[in-house]
């Protein structure tokens, strides 16, 4: 597979090529939204939390009598049917929403999303991106002379001026390879990799 190689003013200069196995596999959107949900699923905390109808705030006084007033039998003001009365079936805070998706699973949905990226022309590859001091505005005009906007950046070793330059950019992600995630290569509309990174792609989803 060839992927576009350019340099720092956003010109393709050549092609790279990179493994077909990682950059040229076929796209399976059902594998890619299930494991992209369950990444989403496996960040939630879990902490929310409800009140039953034995933890609100109520008295166990009948509100009126049984029988001849017209109105529903009530026992209770903590009746779930009530307002202020608790949750029939509350959440509890140690709910677990993780989802399990094995190795191979997830190795393959990489692969795919890649490999999609590489066909739509989402995906480019530079040399190498250096920033000179921790400058926000010295990176985003030059991503801007390369013609990004809004990107997903993945290097082998994350330059420390490179992620201290970006944290203040909304629509700038800076990653390592080893630690670039499903959702995010999915959410951003381009994704440049250094070389060092296809490399390092190529090595931990062979």
């Known amino acids: 597979m060839e992927l576009k190689l350019i340099n720092e ?3 393709q200069v050549s092609s790279l090529q990179a493994s077909d196995t990682t950059f040229g596999r076929e796209y399976n959107e059902a594998l890619v939204h299930q494991v992209v949900t369950s990444f989403l699923a496996n960040a939630r905390s879990g902490t929310r939390a409800q009140k039953d109808r034995g933890e609100v705030s109520h008295t166990t006084h009948k509100p009126w009598r049984q029988k001849g007033t017209g109105r529903a039998r009530a026992g209770m003001s903590s009746s779930p049917i009530w307002r202020g009365g608790g949750k029939a079936f509350p959440n509890s805070p140690d709910e677990n929403f993780s989802q399990k998706i094995n190795r191979k699973m997830y190795r393959a949905s990489m692969q795919a999303i890649l490999s999609e990226l590489a066909r739509q022309g989402r995906l480019s590859v530079i040399e190498d991106l250096k920033i000179d001091g921790p400058k926000t505005k010295a990176l985003s005009v030059k991503l801007k002379g390369m013609g990004f906007d809004q990107v997903m950046i993945v290097t082998d070793n994350v330059d420390e001026n490179l992620y201290l330059s970006s944290r203040n950019l909304a629509n700038v992600l800076v990653v390592e390879a080893q630690h670039a995630d499903p959702y995010n290569l999915v959410r951003y509309p381009k994704v440049l ?12 989803l062979a």
Do not use: R
Request: charged share 35%; glycine share 6%.
């Open 9 to 11: 003013q956003g010109a």
């Open 193 to 204: 990799l250094t070389k060092s990174a296809v490399k390092k792609f190529e090595e931990l």
